[in-house]
């Protein structure tokens, strides 16, 4: 079965960092884009940054703008998206979500999803 | 750039609900949609506009014409009741993926 589990969520302070990590099992992860997307409460699906299969290649939204880091370690099966300099609209559920397809973008499956709060 | 949805959608029990979703770029791009039920992850239930994964069940389907894509669910049940999201990608400039911002489906 492919799964994907997200963790590393929790409450950190305004300015502060986050390690955010996803295991994926059930198929090769090495041979899949992988993405970050985030829900504020209450609020739609905001896609954050991609990553393609060996990590050469990255995106990232514009509102990251050099706070966040994503990367991945295909020998553990892990993906990661290091957050920094941490603001209270990052609040958010943070998914994990596989990119079937190498000539589109989409997602299937979505991890459960790790929740980020940042406040003082 | 931006995909538009109604925010909501209401139908009773066994009545056909379509939501649609739309965007400039829809002619050029695929769209993506995903199923979210409250307190869930959210579930791809159609992709490329009109292919449906394995285990969505045939009520689910898609279709695009222009710069709008449909959802249509037949026979609709109780257990439909979620938001539904459209999803593409923008790449007239830099990559950028861009969901709609969702549609609640009430089932009365």
């Known amino acids: 079965e492919v799964e994907l589990v997200e963790s590393g969520g929790g409450l950190v302070q305004p300015g502060g960092s986050l390690r955010l990590s996803c295991a994926a099992s059930?198929?090769?992860?090495?041979?899949?884009?992988m993405h970050w997307v985030r829900q504020a409460p209450g609020k739609g699906l905001v896609w954050v940054a991609r990553?393609?299969?060996?990590?050469?290649?990255?995106n990232y939204a514009d509102f990251v703008k050099g706070r966040f880091t994503i990367s991945r370690d295909n020998a553990k099966n892990t993906l990661s998206l290091q957050m920094s300099s941490l603001r209270a609209e990052d609040t958010a559920v943070y998914y994990c979500a596989r990119d079937p397809d190498t000539t589109s973008t989409w997602f299937d499956p979505w991890g459960q999803g790790t929740l980020v709060t940042v406040s003082s | 750039y931006e995909l538009t949805q109604s925010p909501s959608v209401s139908v009773s029990p066994g009545q056909t609900a379509r939501i649609t979703c739309s965007g400039d770029?829809?002619?050029?791009?695929?769209a993506y949609w995903y199923q979210q039920k409250a307190g869930q992850a959210p579930v791809l239930v159609i992709y490329?506009?009109?292919e449906r994964p394995s285990g969505i069940p045939e009520r689910f389907s898609g279709s695009s014409s222009g710069t709008t894509v449909t959802l249509t669910i037949s026979r609709v049940q109780a257990e439909d009741e979620a938001d539904y999201y459209c999803?593409?990608?923008?790449?007239?400039?830099?990559?950028?993926?861009?969901f709609g911002g969702g549609t609640t489906l009430t089932v009365l």
């Open positions: 999803q593409s990608i923008d790449t007239s400039g830099t990559f950028h993926v861009v």
């Open positions: 490329q506009d009109s």
């Open positions: 770029t829809l002619p050029k791009q695929y």
């Open positions: 990553i393609n299969s060996d990590g050469s290649r990255i």
């Open positions: 059930g198929f090769t992860f090495s041979n899949f884009w």
